[in-house]
């Protein structure tokens, strides 16, 4: 054979043996649960035997020798003349912790990887005598290949097995059926994607030109004869694009194989008692994205063992089982995947987060008060953040659920976590099953089109602009049972705004957050191929791409990452209108010069004398407003509904007797009354936080008042420049 025969040979083996290899790994300790699995025996028997044929075939002597000692104790375990324990296991998976070393010792070229002390050990098992000779490996927990914990010591091992019979469940002569397959190289299956990526953008616009042909010349025959060919071309494009995309689709077991070992690892190194259960590993989904998923779903199995289930006597004690239950599931959702970690565990505690990432200067006190348990449980996501009090190989630096959230907004995923104090927690992982095809969502944004990618949508709703609050200068929509903070794309691009009285909402999701974007219209639901925009304008946060939809225009591409990090950089600011800011300006300015007193008047609501006496002190003392005082909130809703009051700002108590301030400003809103509302109080609740911005409240103050806070807080809703 020459040069390139062997090469090619080499190569053939390095992936065949990289398989058997994975497989190996899943299947020794699936044995530990199903020792007396023939089926299961003679199929890790196997692939050590192709191993040790092809390596002594090639001149791979280390891996021969390995091999050949393993398959000796894979021999005797499969025809009853040993059993399995738990050194044995460990011997074994050393074995295949070596293997993977000598496969990269092979690709190198390199002759670095000793495994005398290995050898030795398969031998002294084998022979059923003493392996305390010979030094054990130290326990390792890699974040991408965990290896085995071997004891510096142990009991022989019995040389006729004491457990049940070994039953013989596989058919006498059956013959295993040959899969048909052959190797093609990624580059070449990508290269034929991006030509079906070309070919649905075609389609598309052949669609549209048809449909505009159709419009113009209605009840043509030849037209007709154009629609019939299109919606032909149109149905064979996509049997062609899902064939081609179900090309590079492989199942997600390729990576759930590896979390069984690495979760027996992790459970002798933390003195746990775990079980991983997986489901759904035939999972399909684009060989892209199951790269970038590994590590992500090794950060949160590591999370749900080490911080996740506990020790058996604290969960004894509990009177739970001392074994802790570790579920990895996959399913299909659509045009989605979704992968659940699911753990029975001790669970999250919110208030315990929120204090933790204070302590660590992650966030502060007020953005802490403002959150909702959902929000909380997303702290884990921060980077730095640790609830581990001291740092060991498992976890306490602090960095790996940062890595599962930089992964998933890489692959425009969601995530969402459920939690119950002792409980347990269940992370939910959504991802697109591919990334080059994406199907869409075009939204219209002061008379431009923009794209919005469908796996970060997770819902649209249509709300009239009354409807749009703001707190603390943030904009907030009250959606069913929760309060979502709102992004308007015009300002976030530049782009000059429209007015107008309803809008559309897209709520978005990416990882663990989830907003509002604010848009004019909802065009539609699209296909499209992500275009680069080219090196010359990159850079542009905000945006992903390009693409040519099906009117032959390009449409910008929203990167919701970017979008979203840019709405946080944006000035807050009050949602009063321009004419109303001007109109109250001018008042001002007229009461300065001393004409006509049209001042704008601020009502006062407060069951306590006293306080409405300091609170009209403090503001009347500019001489700018014009106040009344209600001593309930039933007479504030009176006064309010009376439109010759005018009233252009609500100062409330919130401990008030019969209705308190946040049952206030619910009634106020429920009447479509839309001015500012300013709570006051002296005790703050992190509870208290969430009422406000679930009833419509604008803004806080803390009692006893502060003048130039009260004041500041009036000015920024009555006296805003920045709204002119």
Excluded: W
């Excluded at 590994?294 to 590591?302: A, Q, S, V, Y």
């Excluded at 659940?340 to 953005?367: F, S, Y």
């Excluded at 740092?391 to 790996?400: D, F, H, L, W």
């Amino acid at each position: 054979m020459d040069n390139n025969e062997i090469e090619e040979l080499i190569g053939d083996f390095l992936v065949e043996t990289s398989e058997i290899v994975d497989s190996l790994d899943h299947d020794l300790v699936e044995l530990e649960h199903r020792q007396n699995d023939l089926d299961l025996l003679n199929k890790i028997f196997r692939g050590a035997h192709t191993m040790k044929g092809s390596s002594s075939f090639l001149g791979f002597n280390k891996l021969t020798l390995l091999t050949h000692n393993a398959e000796e104790v894979l021999n005797k375990l499969r025809k009853g003349d040993m059993v399995v324990t738990q050194l044995v296991m460990d011997v074994l998976l050393e074995f295949v912790d070596s293997t993977k070393e000598l496969i990269e010792e092979i690709q190198t070229g390199e002759d670095k990887v000793d495994i005398e002390a290995t050898v030795q050990r398969l031998k002294d098992i084998n022979l059923g005598g003493d392996t305390s000779s010979v030094s054990a490996r130290p326990p390792e927990v890699a974040s991408t290949a965990p290896t085995a914990a071997a004891p510096t010591s142990a009991a022989p091992v019995a040389a006729k097995p004491a457990a049940a019979p070994v039953t013989n469940t596989q058919k006498q002569g059956a013959i295993p059926q040959q899969e048909q397959t052959i190797r093609v190289d990624v580059s070449r299956l990508d290269a034929l994607l991006n030509l079906v990526g070309e070919l649905v953008l075609s389609r598309n616009r052949l669609s549209q030109l048809s449909n505009d042909l159709d419009s113009k010349f209605e009840n043509e025959y030849l037209i007709e004869q154009l629609l019939e060919t299109t919606s032909q071309i149109g149905m064979n494009t996509t049997e062609l694009q899902l064939a081609v995309m179900k090309t590079r689709m492989i199942p997600i077991g390729k990576v759930f194989s590896k979390f069984p070992r690495m979760v027996r690892d992790l459970s002798r190194d933390s003195g746990k008692d775990i079980e991983l259960v997986i489901t759904g590993e035939e999972t399909e989904l684009d060989k892209s994205v199951v790269e970038e998923i590994g590590d992500p779903l090794i950060h949160l199995i590591r999370n749900s063992c080490d911080h996740g289930c506990e020790t058996p006597e604290a969960r004894v004690a509990k009177g739970k089982p001392e074994k802790g239950i570790v579920e990895l599931k996959a399913y299909h959702e659509g045009n989605h995947i979704v992968i659940e970690i699911k753990d029975d565990g001790a669970g999250m505690d919110p208030e315990k987060l929120k204090n933790k990432a204070i302590e660590k200067g992650i966030m502060t006190q007020d953005e802490a008060l403002n959150l909702t348990d959902e929000q909380a449980y997303a702290i884990i996501f921060r980077p730095g953040f640790s609830t581990t009090e001291k740092v060991t190989n498992i976890s306490g630096r602090g960095v790996g659920m940062d890595v599962v959230r930089t992964n998933v907004e890489k692959l425009n995923g969601i995530i969402t976590i459920k939690s119950e104090i002792d409980q347990g927690s269940t992370f939910y992982l959504k991802l697109p099953l591919t990334l080059a095809i994406i199907q869409a969502l075009l939204v219209e944004v002061s008379e431009e089109v923009f794209a919005i990618p469908l796996a970060s949508v997770v819902e649209t709703v249509r709300v009239s602009i009354d409807e749009v609050h703001s707190f603390e200068g943030r904009e907030v929509l009250k959606l069913r049972d929760r309060v979502l903070s709102l992004v308007r794309i015009d300002r976030t691009f530049g782009l000059d705004e429209v007015d107008s009285n309803e809008v559309y909402v897209v709520i978005v999701g990416l990882a663990e957050k989830q907003l509002g974007f604010i848009v004019n219209n909802l065009i539609g639901q699209e296909e499209i191929v992500i275009k680069s925009l080219g090196e010359y304008i990159t850079g542009n946060s905000g945006i992903a791409g390009a693409t040519i939809t099906g009117d032959g225009r390009v449409r910008l591409i929203i990167d919701v990452a970017g979008t979203m990090e840019l709405a946080q950089l944006m000035p807050r600011r009050s949602t009063k209108s321009k004419s109303k800011s001007k109109e109250v300006e001018k008042v001002h300015n007229d009461s300065a010069n001393g004409k006509k007193d049209h001042r704008a008047t601020v009502l006062i609501c407060d069951d306590s004398p006293t306080d409405r006496k300091i609170t009209r002190k403090v503001i009347g003392s500019l001489g700018l407003f014009n106040i009344l005082e209600v001593s309930s909130a039933k007479d504030a809703i009176s006064t309010l509904s009376d439109s010759s009051n005018g009233c252009d700002i609500l100062l409330t108590d919130i401990m008030m007797p019969d209705m308190d301030g946040f049952k206030l400003c619910s009634a106020i809103r429920e009447k479509g009354i839309d001015i500012p509302i300013i709570g006051m109080s002296s005790r703050v609740e992190p509870a208290d936080r969430k009422k406000m911005m679930a009833s419509g409240m604008n803004g806080f103050v803390q009692k006893p008042l502060n003048k130039t806070e009260l004041l500041g807080r009036i000015n920024e809703f009555i006296f805003d420049k920045d709204s002119e």
